[in-house]
């Protein structure tokens, strides 16, 4: 069975400070792979998005960028954090499989930027 | 641009009610329609797909419909269970996209 893990699980970090948080997905290849963040009363956030290893689509400009290094890893990173920044991160993936296409989300990572 | 309402945003009801969750979207080319469920501090966890070419799908006391053409779908609860209480959240998939558009999602509490 497939598993997608996050960490860590929670982040408290200083503004200016860099971020990395990392996913990976067990039991599924060539998956798409997603980054979302949640903030409060803001709902989900699609922030980027992966066909294929080194293949990364923005879809919000901001002081975030992600890598894929690996068929099975994500990373969302940044060099200086914002206040802006704190939120809830979640990671998801999701396979084209028979026309039907079904996403699945990581636990999340809880970021505060203080 | 698909937009995604999920209305009301909050709902409190007894246990044991029947329950219809609305969501409606904009753009009737969906390739497929995803119910999520999400716990206070946690991930999303995928109660329900219904792909462009279904009316519905069933899982447990779970039962979702989807209406292409008047761009909407609904998540009924069979009798309600505290356990229950969540957020539940809707996403649409377009046709010739691999994202996701999802809505701002409805805090369901069910009382004991």
């Known amino acids: 069975s497939q598993t997608i893990h996050q960490w860590p699980a929670t982040l408290v970090q200083p503004v200016g400070s860099p971020l990395s948080l990392e996913c990976t997905v067990e039991?599924?290849?060539?998956?798409?792979l997603y980054w979302y963040r949640q903030a409060a009363g803001r709902g989900l956030q699609l922030l980027f998005y992966?066909?294929?290893?080194?293949?990364i689509s923005s879809e919000v400009p901001q002081n975030l960028s992600a890598s894929r290094p690996q068929d099975r890893q994500f990373i969302l990173s940044s060099k200086k954090l914002l206040l802006s920044d704190s939120g809830f991160y979640l990671c998801?993936?999701?396979?084209?499989?028979?026309?039907?296409?079904?996403?699945?989300f990581g636990p999340g990572t809880r970021l505060t930027v203080t | 641009k698909q937009e995604v309402t999920q209305i009301p945003a909050a709902l409190s009801v007894p246990e044991g009610e029947n329950l219809v969750l609305n969501c409606s979207f904009t753009?009737?080319?969906?390739?497929?329609l995803q119910w999520f469920r999400q716990d206070p501090g946690k991930g999303l966890t995928s109660l329900l797909l219904?792909?462009?070419?279904?009316r519905e799908q069933t899982s447990g006391r779970l039962n979702a419909s989807l209406d292409k053409s008047s761009g909407r779908s609904t998540l009924y609860i069979a009798a309600s269970q505290p356990g229950d209480s969540a957020t539940y959240l809707c996403?649409?998939?377009?046709?010739?996209?691999?994202?996701?558009?999802f809505g701002k999602g409805m805090k369901l509490t069910v009382n004991p």
């Open positions: 998801a993936w999701a396979t084209w499989d028979r026309g039907a296409s079904e996403q699945y």
């Open positions: 039991g599924t290849s060539n998956p798409n």
């Open positions: 992966s066909v294929g290893i080194g293949q």
């Open positions: 753009d009737s080319a969906i390739y497929n």
């Open positions: 219904i792909q462009s070419s279904q």
């Open positions: 996403a649409v998939a377009q046709g010739g996209s691999e994202k996701l558009v």
